[in-house]
Structures are given as structure tokens and as C-alpha cells.
């Protein structure tokens, strides 16, 4: 997932569009085509005016028809608030400092939380994790993963 956030475009350790899948359509299926992208699709966001708006998704339902923000929210194409989200967005930033292989695990220089409630910014705020050493890849990013065909999946 990807924030742009005060001029910066950052990674992010959160899927805020999960919880709108449970609530409201839970019976929507993407194509889970490799194991580095189990949810099957990629969503860009961005905080306008303390409000936290989805602006596009990338990827395709089961079957291989592509998903677009206007195939879900038509009457939204080029963004619908995200009034649904409540809970913390976590940005991972600076150096790797231990890598995980798997979720939202590894541990970077620090960490930006912000917090929502109703898709409303109410906080925000910074967790530091210590230095990385010398060498260590910067930003977040995935360090290496496997292409394996899903069963079923070609």
C-alpha cells in the first residue's frame, strides 16, 4: 500500500481497505497470482485536509478482469473518502534494521503511526527503533520473494 503524506510518498504496514471488504463486500475475490501479494491488489491513498481518501486500486478479480477504484465506486473514480477506516496506519522509515520474511514483521529505523477515526486524522505520532548498521537497505521495501503459482492458478 502506498501513502502520500505531507509531500512524501511512503510505504505502508496496514491494509485500511480490508476492513471495507469485510463489512461491505465480503464476497468480492482477487486474484491471489503470487505469494509476495496474497490480498491481490495494491491501493494508493493520501491524507487531504486530515481525511484519508483512497485514490486507485491495481489488480484484478478472480477470474482475471481488471479492478480499477471506479469498478467498486463508480460514483467515486477519482477517490472516495475513506469513512470506513478506524485504527492505525503504520509507515515504516530509514534503514532495515532486522528483516522478517513474512507480513508486516521486519523492524526499520522508525516507525510513523497515524491515527484515524472514521477516516479522520486524530493523531500522529513517531516510533524510533535505534540505527541500523552500516550498509543496511534503505527504506521499506520487500526484500526478496518467491513466485509460486497458487493451487489452481496458472
Keep these: ?11 505502508m504496514c496496514t491494509c485500511p481497505f480490508n ?15 503470487c505469494s509476495a501479494l496474497w490480498r ?8 487531504i ?9 491495481s489488480g484484478s478479480y478472480d477470474g482475471g478482469k481488471e479492478l480499477s477504484l471506479a469498478s467498486l465506486f463508480p460514483d467515486y473514480p477519482d477517490g472516495v473518502f475513506a469513512h470506513w477506516f478506524t485504527g492505525q ?4 522509515r530509514g ?3 532486522n528483516y522478517v520474511h513474512m507480513g508486516y ?3 526499520y529505523e ?20 535505534g540505527k541500523a548498521r552500516d550498509g543496511a537497505p534503505e527504506g521499506y521495501s520487500i526484500g526478496g520473494y518467491a513466485n509460486y503459482p497458487i493451487k489452481g492458478k496458472s
Excluded: M, N
Design 19 to 33: 476492513g471495507y471488504l469485510a463489512i461491505t463486500a465480503p464476497k468480492i475475490r482477487f486474484d491471489d497470482f
Design 49 to 57: 485536509e486530515g481525511r484519508l481518501y483512497l485514490l486507485s486500486l
Design 89 to 92: 496506519i503504520r509507515c515504516p
Design 1 to 11: 500500500e502506498i501513502l502520500r503524506y505531507q509531500g512524501q510518498e511512503l510505504s
Design 105 to 107: 514483521a521486519s523492524v
Design 110 to 129: 522508525e516507525d510513523l503511526i497515524l491515527e484515524f477515526k472514521a477516516g479522520v486524522l486524530v493523531g500522529e505520532s513517531i516510533i524510533e527503533h
Design 95 to 97: 534503514k532495515l534494521i
Design 40 to 47: 491481490g491488489y495494491v491501493g494508493t491513498w493520501e491524507i
